[in-house]
């Protein structure tokens, strides 16, 4: 029998990358057992790449020296230290800074997982003196300002928060939920200060949402020409719309030509004061939003009545009529239809409601002419219509219309707006267990800001 000669089985990978250390197209094994590391750089056919070089590889470390590596219990520790051009700089700014003393003595940094094993520096952790961020532990070339885990792992952390769920990412990385949200603020907090986000807005959506039971809200901000998320806080007055603002600065809020927001009159002022030039075109989607509520409103009405007056088989019918009503009537199923059907036979009441409703929606279909047509006419029918919800409604409409008409007019594009929202929605929903609003805006920044680190290569 011939022998099939040496064989290759791919393991978990290294996170190691020859161009970083300038070996290319390095091969690395590592002998189980640690006794022993064989190293051959393919391209140039030799055979004598450092061991220290390939645990800096395998570590992704640079800018530092390896000192010494050991295994302790069940992980494995790797001594480091800046080189000597790294030392001494500030956590904080990263200028060169006298020495202050040692501080906390030795510390450790979490490491990419090496294969299956806990991977660890260690370092001294000196403090420095900094003219303006005074006594401060000195920066490491190998982990973010007051972490205990590398870059590498924090940005794989995020890629994996920002692509994966929540269970794999804890799993994965053997960290806990509220660790990965802390990881997140850190790395997002890094990113927006090294890229400025908001040069060039001119048309941006401003809009909130509940985040969290018992009121607690967030303000975002999106920009419609990109889709993205730009900045998003906690609250929904108007002081928080105006910490946006501050943070634009003058000339750049005079360069914002449209605001979509809701109807909210803390915003509308605060946009009409800062922002001269912007016209402010009122959401459709909170029209809509509007609209529905006043038809539910009269459902529940009429259930109520039919129920006081036992009638057992209306109420029923009216219950599951819901989502019936809600539905745009191109997307309604056939079930849905007979329901819509029976309702416009039995109650005439609601289904003049449903059809107010649903022609208010076609606003929105039609050119700015024959919109300005249509909302005149709506207008009309609303008043005139005997049904509460919907005289009130169209009171509110005639005080918005300026903003509603502007809408119509520049044709703001909800769908993007709305997709953010739905995917921060989402976020909110997984990011519970966080501790804090300041991790879950981090993560909804890192996701729909296009702030993600790539994985580390
Ligand atoms: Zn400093």
Redesign the pocket.
């Known amino acids: 029998m011939t022998a099939l000669g040496r064989r290759r089985w791919c393991g978990n990978e290294f996170r190691a990358r020859g161009a970083r250390s300038g070996v290319e197209g390095a091969h690395v094994a590592v002998l189980l057992g640690f006794r022993l590391l064989k190293v051959r750089n393919l391209r140039k056919e030799r055979c004598d790449v450092r061991p220290r070089s390939v645990w800096k590889m395998l570590l992704g470390v640079e800018r530092a020296v390896v000192e010494d590596v050991r295994v302790e219990l069940e992980a494995i520790v790797v001594s480091v230290r800046p080189k000597s051009r790294e030392k001494h700089r500030?956590g904080?700014?990263g200028?060169r800074?006298a020495r202050e003393d040692s501080g906390e003595g030795r510390r450790r940094w979490r490491a990419l997982d090496l294969g299956t094993t806990h991977a660890y520096l260690e370092a001294e952790a000196p403090r420095v003196y900094?003219k303006?961020?005074r006594v401060?532990v000195a920066a490491v070339p190998w982990a973010r300002h007051d972490s205990r885990f590398t870059v590498a792992f924090e940005d794989q952390c995020c890629w994996l928060a920002v692509n994966t769920s929540k269970k794999a990412v804890s799993q994965l990385m053997r960290v806990t939920w509220r660790t990965v949200g802390s990881i997140c603020e850190r790395v997002a907090e890094e990113t927006i200060a090294q890229r400025d986000l908001l040069t060039g807005l001119k048309r941006i959506g401003i809009d909130d949402f509940s985040h969290r039971k018992g009121h607690r809200y967030l303000t975002v901000v999106v920009c419609h020409d990109t889709g993205r998320l730009i900045w998003a806080a906690p609250g929904r007055d108007r002081q928080t719309v105006e910490k946006f603002l501050d943070l634009l600065g003058k000339e750049r809020c005079e360069q914002i030509e449209l605001v979509s927001c809701d109807m909210a009159e803390s915003i509308a002022s605060a946009i009409a004061e800062r922002c001269p030039d912007a016209i402010r075109c009122v959401d459709p989607f909170h029209v809509i939003a509007l609209a529905t509520d006043a038809l539910d409103e009269i459902r529940r009405e009429v259930w109520n009545q039919a129920r006081r007056e036992g009638q057992k088989q209306v109420a029923k019918d009216l219950k599951g009529a819901r989502f019936a009503l809600w539905k745009n009537p191109a997307g309604l199923s056939e079930r849905q239809q007979h329901k819509l059907a029976h309702i416009q036979q039995t109650n005439k009441p609601l289904y003049r409601a449903y059809l107010i409703s649903q022609q208010l929606r076609e606003i929105y279909r039609v050119s700015y002419e024959q919109a300005i047509r249509l909302l005149d006419a709506w207008l009309a029918w609303a008043r005139r219509c005997r049904l509460p919800p919907f005289v009130k409604l169209a009171k509110t409409i005639t005080k918005q219309r300026p903003g509603i008409e502007a809408a119509i007019q520049h044709r703001l594009s909800n769908a993007r707006i709305e997709q953010v929202n739905t995917q921060i929605r989402l976020i909110t929903r997984r990011a519970y267990g966080f501790h804090t609003p300041k991790a879950l805006i981090a993560l909804a920044m890192l996701s729909l800001g296009g702030l993600c680190p790539p994985l580390p290569a």
């Open positions: 500030c904080v700014c200028r800074c900094c303006r961020h401060v």
